[in-house]
């Protein structure tokens, strides 16, 4: 029987950042599995770890020379088993698409969604087709969106919602955040550029760093008080802000510069005994291809230390932190549907998340060329089909 391949893909199979390495292949459209179904993908996003993954991780993990055949490194060390790729790779986690077939009682043929999967094993979204499990974190999709401004949300929302809600503690939405601050570590990334509106709303003071080039964009998305880091010293910018000290530092872009300060950069009140982290979803490191997140524990034991004594400070009384420092998270991304859910009370608040350029399917090289760039402001997209 000859199988019809029109399912195209984006595919790596060589060394090198993704803009210079990825081709396109042809495969069959698949077919959904029990509790699964297939997406019809009409728009993905792209993200610095889809580089990571595949310039960092990959190289150590036979990918490189051996067409996939490895699993990453990075997971074993941490106990998982992924399984093992048996074809190239495909990049790509967000997503926006219609659900082309079904074998979910939850999800009919025709509906809306959009959602994330990481998927270290290279079953990702700059793909036509691609197979979900119906309990993946992906939701019907806000009839407000377009596909790329849905594709745009997932993984940048979902960060900033546990950084500023689950662990930073912030009311969500609720206007509790009033009389606080919040520090936002790279204001115009796609990141960073979320943080600043969410705390916004959630009622917050909110001071954030950015080249001077976005000062405006970034202040008109809720920030008060801005750092040109290109000019300023962060650090000491962050210190003498009438908005100091602050309920959260998030940090979307890497290094330990702010980490000395920290005793007089976070809150400590009786008031908000609670309140006063450092969250990082950057890590100590700064080089934007090393695998970022709660990854950077596995070759910087500074940050074990750190993040060990920042969890224990979340159990202890607050008069202990003169000597154990302060609470401290370096984390992974988590996402869930119901996360994703919060999503359409952020839009109704006036939120957005900001789509920096569309590129076509066939573009989607050029697109990782401006992700690779790091001067994006809000997110990358590639329209992966029209209809
Ligand atoms: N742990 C997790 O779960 C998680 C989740 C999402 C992202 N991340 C990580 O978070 C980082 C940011 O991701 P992203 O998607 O937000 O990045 P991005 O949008 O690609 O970042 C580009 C933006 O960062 C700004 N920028 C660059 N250097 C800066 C600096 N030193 N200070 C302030 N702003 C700076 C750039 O502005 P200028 O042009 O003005 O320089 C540009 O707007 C990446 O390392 C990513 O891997 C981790």
Redesign the pocket.
Known sequence: MTVIKDNTVWEYTRAGRLSGTISQAHRAIPEPGPGELVIKVRAAAL???DE?LYVAVAPHASILTDSAQAPPTFLNLTGCTPPTPTTPLVPGIDFAGVVHASKSAAYAVGDQVYGQRFSPAGHGFLAEYVTVHASAPFVKKPKELSWAEAAAVP??YT?VYDALVEWGRLPFLTGGGRGLSVLV??G?????HVAVQLAKKMGCNVVA???G??AQMVKDLGADDIID?TTQHVPQAALMSQYAPYAVVLD???GTALLPHLDHLLLNSAEHPQLGIYVT??GDKTS?DAM??AATNLYTPAQVVRTALGRLNDYLPRWTRTWTGRRYAC???DPTKEKLETYDKFLTAGGKVMVDGVWGFDEAREAYKR?ES????GKVVVEVSKE
């Open positions: 993200n610095p770890v990571q993984l940048v960060t570590l790279g115009s990334s796609g990141t960073g760093t950015c080249s080039k976005n880091y979307c872009v890497g979803i950057v934007r970022g997140g984390i992974m991304l992700l790091a001067r994006a402001k």
